[in-house]
């Protein structure tokens, strides 16, 4: 499909169901759903915030977005899940004092979202639970978000300069379920099932999700992203390659 409004996001699903976010005159933005045949599936216009991110379901029935604006001085952040059979939101979550800036099915009944002081799952019936995790005194350096395991992934760094990070695992019930502490940065994360990846730009640390230090791969230095594509098997992003170890 074409738009002539100016492209913000989009974002596509197994389905081929594809959702942008474009400029409006009225409006914020406005999001659009489209079919694989192009015909229009959904739409809606935001009033109140700038949004930052959209995601659609697996199934192409429904979509989450995540949005911020100022109060008083104040910030403030949304997420909206829609149900395309319903013109106004499923559900509406404001949150004060954080940045939310992405957002992620994890299953067709989870969402998360990511903020610059918090994550959010937002599950239950109509998505009407908002479970809150703050980062407690740490920096979110790096995340990951599983949607094949319903796991969100989090490097936290406790010393505030993106070493000695902490990786926290989070499951679409809002659960913490796994806490390791490492002494490396977490410039990267990547999970696979039940391993768990970091890098600090230099190496690649491999856990289970458990916390169980497995192994450890030297890479090409400046690395830029990281992947992990099997249990022992992980894809690094250079400046001007990309590369794959096996631990």
């Not at 959209?54 to 899940?81: D, F, H, M, R």
């Amino acid at each position: 499909g074409e738009t002539e409004a100016k492209l913000y996001l989009a974002d596509i699903n197994q389905n081929s169901v594809y959702a942008t976010l474009t400029e409006s005159r009225d409006y914020k933005a406005k999001l659009s759903v489209y079919k694989s045949d192009n015909s229009p599936l959904y739409g809606y216009s935001f009033e109140e915030y700038y949004i930052t991110a959209i995601a659609l379901n697996p199934e192409g029935t429904g979509a989450v977005a995540c949005g911020v604006t100022t109060e008083n001085g104040v910030e403030k952040s949304v997420i909206y899940v829609f149900d395309f059979t319903s013109e106004i939101p499923l559900a509406f979550h404001e949150i004060s004092g954080d940045i939310v800036f992405d957002c992620e099915y994890l299953s067709s009944s989870s969402v998360c979202a990511i903020g610059d002081n918090a994550s959010y799952i937002v599950n239950g019936n109509k998505f009407s639970s908002l479970y809150k995790n703050s980062y407690t005194q740490k920096t979110l350096a790096s995340y990951d978000i599983n949607t094949d395991t319903g796991i969100l992934s989090l490097g936290l760094s406790r010393s505030g300069d993106g070493r000695n990070c902490t990786i926290q695992c989070i499951n679409s019930s809002g659960k913490v379920i796994t806490q390791t502490d490492t002494s490396y940065a977490a410039s990267f994360i990547s999970s696979y099932k039940n391993r768990v990846a970091i890098s600090d730009n230099n190496k690649v640390y491999l856990y289970s999700q458990d916390g169980r230090f497995i192994a450890e791969k030297n890479v090409s230095a400046g690395s830029k992203q990281i992947k992990l594509i099997s249990p022992d098997t992980v894809i690094v992003l250079g400046i001007k390659n990309i590369s794959i170890y096996k631990f």
